[in-house]
């Protein structure tokens, strides 16, 4: 049975950092496109940042360009997401996502093979 597991959640202050971790088991990780979402309460399932199996593509939200930044290694089969300058707004349980093939429509939930359980950020004034 596949599990993504995420880990590097918690609270933060407004400007600060973080770094999510989501380690995947028995995956073929490196077939498989990785992705972050996040979901607010009382709000849909919202797209953060994917990277290609390969590693050498990454599509983040505009709303994270700049701020955040997604890397992968494949030989630990883990994906991060490097969270810089949190905002309020970026408050939500961050879940990790795996996708077979190539990034194309890896923006859609419906398309996702995997979720991880989720990790929760708070980000305080």
């Known amino acids: 049975q596949v599990q993504l597991v995420e880990s590097g959640g918690g609270l933060v202050q407004a400007g600060g950092s973080l770094r999510l971790s989501c380690t995947a088991s028995t995956l073929a990780f490196s077939n498989y496109g990785m992705g972050w979402f996040r979901q607010a309460p009382g709000k849909e399932r919202e797209f953060v940042s994917a990277?290609?199996?390969?590693?050498?593509?990454?599509s983040p939200a505009d709303s994270v360009k700049g701020r955040f930044t997604i890397s992968r290694d494949n030989a630990k089969k883990t994906v991060y997401l490097q969270m810089n300058s949190l905002r309020l707004e970026d408050t939500a349980v961050y879940y990790c996502a795996a996708k077979l093939g190539t990034l194309t429509y890896i923006r859609d939930p419906r398309g996702i093979n995997y979720w991880g359980q989720g990790t929760q950020v708070t980000v305080s004034s």
């Open positions: 990277i290609s199996a390969s590693g050498l593509t990454t």
